[in-house]
T-cell receptor, first 112, second 115 residues
Framework: GQSLEQPSEVTAVEGAIVQINCTYQ??????LSWYQQHDGGAPTFLSY????GLEETGRFSSFLSRSDSYGYLLLQELQMKDSASYFC?????????????FGRGTSLIVHP | KAGVTQTPRYLIKTRGQQVTLSCSPI?????VSWYQQTPGQGLQFLFE???????NKGNFPGRFSGRQFSNSRSEMNVSTLELGDSALYLC??????????????FGPGTRLTVL
């Protein structure tokens, strides 16, 4: 089948580093995106990986390995405001096209 | 630039009724996608429009429909509402909807409750 897998919950303390993994199964691939969503808010775009390797944006980095069908989001110097849900997303083939597909989301809880 | 706007923000309907939700994309964005978000199923893709044409459709029944206007504004309609349609409906806009970046900008959503 075609799917995305990510952990349902991750906890960490302020100042720490946390990694949220995402694995996908698809016969086609269009790039891996990450979104953040706070409770009651809308998802906001964090990063995109179209090629293998690491993309860095401030405290957040995202990595992709297409050969392993695997990616991760790395959050450094965690802050309380980073407590949110994080979604990985890819476009999966469907009926001759590619449709946006999101993982179930990882709830990140940051403790003081 | 103003962000994606959705109206109404909250809606309460009863089973069997129909509902129309509206989305105004970021100025210059030509692609609009719609998603249903529920605690049990997460973010589920409904459909995507580009230049007034439906480009992609998710796995939802025909009761869910949409359209896009020449100014890129979009509406989605749900007919014969069921209790299970209670969800947050999110609209997202992007420049072209495909391509390397695929960055989508989400609106605040419409919270639909079906009684």
């Amino acid at each position: 089948g075609q799917s995305l897998e990510q952990p349902s919950e991750v906890t960490a303390v302020e100042g720490a580093i946390v990694q949220i993994n995402c694995t996908y199964q698809t016969s086609g691939f269009y790039g891996l995106s990450w979104y953040q969503q706070h409770d009651g808010g809308a998802p906001t775009f964090l990063s995109y990986n179209g090629l293998d390797g690491l993309e860095e944006t401030g405290r957040f980095s995202s990595f992709l390995s297409r050969s392993d069908s695997y990616g991760y989001l790395l959050l450094q110097e965690l802050q309380m405001k980073d407590s949110a849900s994080y979604f990985c997303a890819v476009r999966l083939p469907s009926g001759g096209s590619y449709i946006p597909t999101f993982g179930r989301g990882t709830s990140l809880i940051v403790h003081p | 630039k103003a962000g994606v706007t959705q109206t109404p923000r909250y809606l309460i309907k009863t089973r069997g009724q129909q509902v129309t939700l509206s989305c105004s994309p970021i100025s210059g964005h030509r692609s609009v996608s719609w998603y249903q978000q529920t605690p049990g199923q997460g973010l589920q893709f409904l459909f995507e429009y580009f230049s007034e044409t439906q480009r992609n459709k998710g796995n939802f029944p025909g009761r869910f429909s949409g359209r896009q206007f020449s100014n890129s504004r979009s509406e989605m309609n749900v007919s014969t509402l069921e209790l299970g349609d209670s969800a947050l409906y999110l609209c997202a806009s992007s420049l072209a909807g495909t391509g390397d970046t695929d960055t989508q900008y989400f609106g605040p959503g419409t919270r639909l409750t079906v009684l």
